[in-house]
């Protein structure tokens, strides 16, 4: 197994993680559909990072990270979104923009210069989207969180994370107050038109469940809502 991996290796590590591939197999046209390739290749490409020790792989059962993948993994994921942390902060990018950078800059930072964008922002534990970071030692704390389109009447939310990978969706949720911390009520939903109509910090927003899609949160108890 080379000792430093190419980019393609990392986005492919990359991706396979945020399919759920730590913890079991995943299928490759789900890997073919997140990194935008065709299925043909990526088969190809699962072969070479299972031969290499990255993953475990068969047709049936996926591609499942091994502890090596899962590390370096976790390596490409700390680096990429302490890159967007860096840049919505210091140098005051919208959320918006950021993914799209750190993607790019991901795969050029040294370890020396990882951490010393972890010092320099105090080694924090969530990007600008509310995703966790993983730590230097490669640590993730798992959450159970539930997309908001998941709530219904009456239900007091905390929106914790929101998919990164839309600009303009991301702007929209930034206009109507629905970012990480945000406290959500949901005041009532119509499912014949599938419209929510919710309270975002006193505010009335009304979305269906594809405005609300990539937004995901957990429930207030509620006795911590009076």
């Not at 993983?134 to 993730?140: D, F, I, L, V």
């Not at 389109?149 to 929101?162: I, L, P, Q």
């Not at 919710?198 to 957990?218: A, C, M, Q, Y």
């Amino acid at each position: 197994m080379a000792d430093q991996p190419t980019q393609a290796v990392q986005d492919y590590l990359k991706a396979i993680h945020q399919l759920g591939g730590a913890d079991a197999g995943v299928a490759s046209g789900k890997i073919a559909s997140a990194l935008g390739v065709k299925a043909p290749s990526v088969t190809g490409m699962l072969k070479r990072l299972a031969d290499a020790g990255w993953i475990e792989y068969t047709r049936e059962s996926g591609a499942k990270l091994t502890p090596t993948g899962l590390s370096e993994a976790l390596r490409v994921i700390r680096r990429h979104r302490l890159v967007e942390l860096f840049l919505t902060q210091v140098l005051k990018l919208d959320w918006s923009e950021v993914d799209a950078e750190a993607e790019a800059l991901e795969h050029a930072i040294s370890p020396r210069l990882e951490q010393a964008l972890a010092d320099y922002l105090g080694e924090p534990h969530e990007d600008p989207h509310g995703h966790p970071i993983p730590s230097r030692t490669g640590e993730m704390k798992a959450r159970n969180l539930k997309r908001l389109s998941e709530f219904r009447s009456g239900d007091t939310v905390v929106v914790r994370e929101a998919q990164d990978d839309n600009p303009d969706r991301l702007r929209h949720w930034r206009a109507q107050g629905l970012t990480p911390g945000a406290r959500v009520r949901v005041l009532s939903y119509q499912e014949l038109d599938d419209l929510f109509e919710v309270e975002v910090d006193g505010t009335l927003v009304r979305l269906g469940s594809e405005g609300l899609s990539g937004l995901r949160g957990e429930l207030i108890p509620s006795a911590d809502t009076k």
